[in-house]
């Protein structure tokens, strides 16, 4: 084919005059002729020129049906059409110029073949007048920048836009409300309003604003696209991507080797519905789509609207606080917390019929309620978690038939058989029995984060006399309502973790002898007095018949012993110490084949009692190594000191593992610590020096050094060990007369230490220092005065990481206004303590115990609410400490209504695994005993018959 021919055909092949064996014929020697290539691209860029320059609206359909062909025989290419320089040779100007007249005729008659069938082009003008029609709409855009080192890789930013003129964006744990001319920014990771110097993140920038004002939504939006860099002129109809399904495709470019955009619209409303930016050389990409059916209402874009359901509803993990205030769409939901309403829908189990026995316990029957999740799914089933009559009882479920299914997993018509078990001691009324079931549904699937029992009803029933005496053999769980044994390890999982401690030890102080879970469950409340107390009692004389019969006597035998050298009772230490001493080589020495795993454990020192047992030779050892010594003192006159000290290396203690600690000014001491190496690293195998600056006026110091003596070692797999003991020793240092004028001159030949003072020596860590040092030594006026006078200073004088975070800033100036209550209540002054405690707690969220969230706060504040109340309790103020404690009853959960086993929630970081009631026992550790405390002082008893309100 020679050039004449080419350029002829080309054109044909443009304009639809071609057959179909002419197209295939042209389409062959395209795909090998990189030249015909260029040129047919230029000619379509030609025909691209006059479509934009023309004014004739009457010709559009015409144009759109000629293009359509042309685009139908084409190939397809990604890269947009533009008008850049072309590379035609010396024909192309012919070519081009045929292009156009042939173009110009063709458009001029309406009655061309292949004019029919396709729609009306949609002119750009067009999709900015709809677009700026528009009442609302919702744009999701997704960035991917894989070269970019300052935001993720890949992100996602969120628009919703309301008419008139109202914003709302999120994206990067961020949302922001724009309206009026006015925008804020709430961090939905931290939970608070960011104020203009906080601000990382604006999503809707003003020129954002400024150009919609002016030139309307859709410029505006590929202004933000550019990056406030638009190219000049419009977009123009790709001449490269067939018109089909009702859509048209702009594109839009500078120079599409940097960047290009590209715009997909609706025929029929003219509106885009998906856009494209692209960075060819980066590969950056950013995708952008439109809704236009999520109309949300005015409240959504209203800050205080937003503040207020955060502030209120347990919303779980930043996308839920993002997504506060959303309506749902169409009725659909648009989250997981609108995706599981469990009032809705799930129905209660049908009661067939209630037997009871002599012993109180019940058998209900029911029909499976067959209960559906949204996504079709099963629940984890609905019971009756626990029943209550009108006599007073509680009934636990010790052997429930939940799940009804047949091998394909289908529900059946089976009942379900739920014995229950009469929380002891039950009481026995008059008149007819009544039982209220309280039936539940559980649902631990992430999709919907529920992890804690939700009530769907307490439907009520007569409870019959019992047919006969005992428990009936048919009864599902018979073992385990007739061996007192099992039923008292039920009992046990009813109270632990879901009742308060007061209950929990009510109830077993009521069994004699004290159950031995009695004293797993003091240990568990730091209760050693009473653990011990107890233990002394009821059971001492008996362990020490036979004290390594098995594991659990060994263990406990060994905490009373520690127990005993801890509290200073050396002569009652000593005494146990050689009574025990030949029944141990006894135990040792023996051939019982039934106690070889407990010799193996015992001399691997995996329990307390060989660690107790080891003691006096441990502390021997000690006493007879090396101890701390003094280096060097050195003394200036303006009332510091340089102490130079050097600590014996680590060694082997008679448990195998290594000896260490650290030395201390000892609390009461007339001399205050300024700066110097305070810890020193543990394990060394080589002495430690240690260079201390002090400042005071005594003529002597003490300093403390704790060693660990004994210890439990690790198990196999790993654990951590336990302390078993330590040990203090005491180092006395006289301070010669000054040697030195000043601090400065004194340190100076120190280099070390001169640069640990520049470090310490500011006002926010002398007043940290200070307090401790006050408190510590029971001066808390004084140490009141630190604490306010380190909040006086001016933020630039805090720390650097306090300065940079604002919420780690706030926590630590609520920890010191804390332990300024705390220190309040030693003095006496109630009234300002708990006003100072009740400040930071109303600023602090609501414990989520399913997921632990806030609870260390939590904890830290019930902890500052129990020290009051122990004040008060030494000053005989029973009265008012009940008041403080009642008050925070009124927070407590129902513990019963959460799960007590290990559950998959949901946080921003991942899935982590939390026990939600076990999360709220320990939250209300400090409260629980401290109800305790109140209860010993007012009876005196170590165990009282009523503990709690």
């Not at 309506?327 to 209660?348: A, C, S, T």
């Not at 406990?556 to 005993?564: A, T, W």
């Not at 940290?768 to 604490?787: L, M, N, T, V, W």
């Amino acid at each position: 084919m020679n050039r004449p021919d080419r350029q002829q055909q080309m054109i044909d092949y443009v304009t639809g005059e071609m057959t179909a064996d002419e197209r295939a014929e042209f389409r062959a020697a395209l795909n090998g002729d990189a030249e015909l290539h260029d040129q047919l691209a230029a000619l379509t860029g030609a025909m691209n020129a006059v479509q934009t320059d023309r004014n004739n609206a009457a010709t559009t359909d015409l144009e759109t049906n000629i293009m359509r062909a042309v685009r139908r025989e084409a190939a397809t290419s990604d890269q947009p059409a533009h008008r850049a320089p072309s590379r035609w040779r010396v024909w192309g100007p012919l070519a081009a110029a045929a292009a156009v007249v042939m173009f110009v005729v063709l458009i001029t008659s309406p009655d061309q073949p292949g004019g029919g069938g396709f729609g009306a082009s949609v002119a750009w003008a067009e999709v900015v007048e709809a677009m700026n029609g528009v009442a609302s709409f919702h744009a999701v855009a997704w960035a991917d920048e894989p070269r970019n080192a300052r935001t993720p890789k890949m992100y996602k930013i969120e628009m919703y836009y309301r008419a008139p003129g109202k914003y709302r964006a999120h994206g990067f744990d961020h949302v922001q409300f724009h309206a009026d001319g006015e925008s804020r920014i709430y961090n939905a990771a931290e939970r608070k309003w960011l104020g203009p110097d906080e601000t990382r993140f604006r999503f809707i920038p003003p020129e954002y604003i400024d150009t919609f004002e002016k030139k309307g939504m859709l410029d505006a939006l590929l202004g933000m696209m550019f990056r406030g860099n638009p190219p000049q002129g419009q977009p123009v109809r790709s001449a490269t991507v067939a018109a089909s399904a009702g859509i048209e495709v702009f594109d839009y470019a500078h120079d599409p080797n940097q960047q290009w955009a590209r715009i997909w619209v609706l025929k029929e409303s003219k509106l885009p519905i998906r856009m494209k930016l692209y960075h060819p050389q980066s590969d950056d990409f950013m995708l952008v789509s439109f809704d236009y059916t999520d109309p949300q209402p005015a409240s959504f874009f209203d800050p205080d609207h937003f503040e207020k359901v955060v502030t209120e509803r347990d919303l779980r993990g930043v996308r839920q606080v993002m997504r506060a205030g959303a309506e749902k769409l169409e009725g659909k939901p648009v989250g997981i917390e609108q995706n599981f309403d469990p009032q809705r829908g799930i129905k209660v189990p049908e009661l067939v019929s209630i037997a009871s026995a002599d012993t109180g316990d019940l058998l209900i029957t029911a029909k499976h309620p067959k209960n559906l999740r949204p996504n079709g799914r099963a629940y984890a089933p609905s019971y009756a978690e626990q029943l209550f009559d009108n006599w007073g009882n509680t009934y636990y479920r010790v052997a429930p038939q939940m799940h009804r299914f047949n091998g394909a997993g289908e529900f059946t018509d089976k009942p379900i058989r739920m014995a229950y078990m009469a929380v002891p001691p039950f009481v026995r009324g008059s008149g007819e029995r009544r039982v209220k079931l309280r039936y539940v549904v559980f649902d631990r699937f992430e999709d919907t984060q529920m992890n804690a029992d939700i009530v769907v009803g307490e439907p009520e029933a007569v409870v019959p006399a019992p047919a006969g005496a005992g428990i009936p053999a048919n009864w599902p769980g018979r073992d385990a309502l007739t061996d007192p044994a099992k039923r008292r390890e039920a009992m046990r999982k009813f109270h632990a973790r879901r009742s308060p401690l007061w209950v929990q030890l009510d109830t077993l102080s009521a069994l004699k002898p004290f159950d031995p879970y009695g004293y797993y469950l003091l240990r568990s409340y730091d209760l050693w007095d009473e653990y011990m107390a107890i233990y002394e009692r009821d059971h001492l004389d008996k362990v020490l018949a036979d004290p390594f019969e098995n594991w659990n006597r060994m263990d406990r035998l060994g905490y009373y012993l520690l127990h005993l050298h801890r509290a200073g009772r050396h002569d009652e230490f000593d005494a146990l110490h050689q009574r025990l001493k030949p029944l141990e080589a006894k135990f040792l020495a023996g051939a019982d084949p039934r106690r070889s795993g407990f010799r193996e454990g015992y001399q691997r020192y995996h329990f307390r009692l060989p660690v107790a047992m080891a003691l006096p030779t441990a502390i021997e050892a000690v006493n007879n190594g090396a101890r701390a010594k003094v280096l060097e003192v050195s003394r200036s006159k303006d009332g510091y000191a340089v102490v130079v000290i050097e600590t014996p290396p680590s060694r082997k203690n008679v448990m195998g593992t290594d000896t260490w600690g650290w030395g201390r000014l000892d609390s009461d001491q007339p001399w205050q610590f300024v700066a110097g190496d305070t810890e020193g690293a543990h394990r060394r195998s080589e002495p430690t020096v240690r260079t201390w600056l002090i400042k005071g006026d005594a003529e002597r110091v003490r300093f403390g050094y704790d060693v660990l003596i004994t210890g439990v070692l690790p198990e196999p797999e790993g654990r951590a060990a336990h302390n078993g003991d330590r040990f203090r020793w005491h180092l006395d240092v006289n301070l010669p007369a000054p040697q030195h004028e000043t601090r400065d001159e004194l340190i100076a030949k120190y280099p070390k230490l001169a640069e640990d003072v520049k470090r310490a020596d500011t006002p926010y860590m002398q007043h940290g220092k200070r307090i401790a040092q006050h408190r510590d030594a029971g001066r808390y006026a004084e140490a009141i005065a630190e604490a306010e006078a380190l909040l006086a200073l001016p933020h630039e004088q805090w720390p650097e990481h306090y300065r940079e975070n604002d919420k780690a800033y706030r926590m630590a100036r609520e920890n010191y206004e804390v332990d300024i209550a705390g220190c309040r209540a030693a003095l006496g002054q109630f009234d300002e303590a708990l006003a100072a405690i009740d400040r930071v707690a109303e600023a602090t969220p609501r414990p989520v115990y399913e997921r632990g969230e806030h609870y260390y706060r939590w904890y830290y504040l019930h902890s500052a609410y129990a020290d009051v109340v122990d004040e008060l309790i030494a000053r005989e103020q029973y009265d008012r400490a009940e008041v403080v404690l009642r008050r925070l009853e009124t927070r407590r959960p129902d513990a019963r209504l959460y799960v007590d086993e290990n559950t998959g929630a949901h946080t921003e970081d991942g899935i982590r695994i939390k026990n939600p009631a076990y999360t709220v026992w320990r939250l209300w550790k400090p409260v629980d005993t401290a109800w305790l405390r109140l209860a010993q002082a007012r009876t005196g008893e170590v165990l009282p018959e009523k503990i709690g309100p």
